[in-house]
């Protein structure tokens, strides 16, 4: 279980995130939507304590762990896998590397089952045959799979998707939207989806939150969201019920 | 700044200790400067005994302690300074562009969330490198002035190698090397520093990974001459 608790985070005099609360409960699949700039990304990174927030408690599995130390910090990021908004992929490595780092690193594998488990990711996320590639020879959207397989390898209890299927052709979102579902099914993980895909939302969502202006608006399953009359929602909404 | 040189330098104690990466750094650091650093080195060598005899024959009218002075010269100041500026640039720019890019395209934050201290895999094994590197390359660097400063005198100068060697004999003191590569171990200790420093702290886009080398540039090569007085100063109190 997440739990924020009026969460403030500041870069200067701007405010991002203005008193948040929220509390996403174990084995949940949660969208976050909210227009560029509000402060989606930077929700996620304070989960995760890349970035912290200057007042307020996040509280995960019991633990408030906003004022956790670096070290402190490692027993949360071992239980989170973040899918960044940029592919961020380690430059200097191949696929196949990028992938088993964090495998060798998180566990006791035999090199067979680093194999396995590297493949099996690039299978999941739909491309395969580029484990000896550089990521600057591949195209964005397959970057943006690699990073997918590389956290998902991991099999984190909790998911963090920061915008996972933006910038990737249709079939491929579809893919994984159902990859996102399948593993809350199979890991028993809690996901947050930060996403601009209401359609997507709508359909593997267990509740949506709307974002605006570093608070929430909205808030709900996606009948209930269907339903509201809120200006914000009825925009992200409009696209989708016109199809 | 400060507070990432303390954790660098305890970072080198702590494991785990990464050779990969501090041997594939030393050979950028090393191998791939040599070239240019011998080159420019040689120069600036040659271009300091040619001046400085000019001068005393101008002044004096003899220029029989010119090896003498050129040696001191370059074992205390040029080879070690020469160096680390190249060096400064060269290195520099590199560690800050690399780390830079890596902040802005969230590289780093993808290794902390795999537990990894960032300072320990990119930073700490560049600072061991960088003073390694910059050690060796110094005592190269030395080497390289003396022998072109030689080859100089002798072809313009009329002094035989064995004229040069006794006028250096007179000034130069064995002190005068381990001095040297203490220097050049602090000037390699302070690029990686400013370098990280400016990459960890990079603006989004490459503006911002522009101003992080451009800074960097500017303040190691400042750091440098600034560390290289205190240095000097000191070591005038130990001769
Ligand atoms: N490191 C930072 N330093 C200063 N300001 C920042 C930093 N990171 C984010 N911001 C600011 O915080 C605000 C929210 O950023 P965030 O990246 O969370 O937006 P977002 O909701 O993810 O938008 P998008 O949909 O475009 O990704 C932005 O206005 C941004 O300028
Ligand atoms: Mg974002």
Redesign the interface.
Known sequence: MIEFKGLIKKFGNRTVLNGLDLIIREGEIVFILGTSGTGKSVLL?NI???MRPDEGEIWIDGEEVSRFS?DQY?SI??K???V????????SLTVFENIA??LR??FRLSEREVTDRVQLALKLVNIQGVEQKRPTQMSYGMQKRVSLARTIALQPKILLFDEPTTGLDPITTTVINHLIQDLSKQLKSTSIVVSHDMNCALSIADRIVVLDKGQIEAIGTPDELKKSQHPLVRDFLAEVLSL | MISLFTETFLGVFRPPFRKKEFFQQLHFVANTSLAIIVFCVSFAAIVTILESSFHMKLVIQNDSMVPGFAAVLILRELAAIVTALLLASRIGAGYAAEIGSMQI???I?????????PINYLVVPRFLASIAGTMMLTVIANVFCLLSAILVSQLYLGFTFGMFISSMHRFVHFQDIIFSMIKGACFGAVIPIVASYFGFNCKQGAEGVGHATTNTVVLASIGIIVVDFILSYTFSHIY
Do not use: N
């Open positions: 990174k995760v304590g890349l670096e490692f990021r071992k989170c896998g973040m960044f908004q940029q592919p961020a992929l380690f430059d780092f964090g690193r998180h | 395209t969230e590289q934050d993808a290794l902390k969330m795999l537990g990894i201290d």
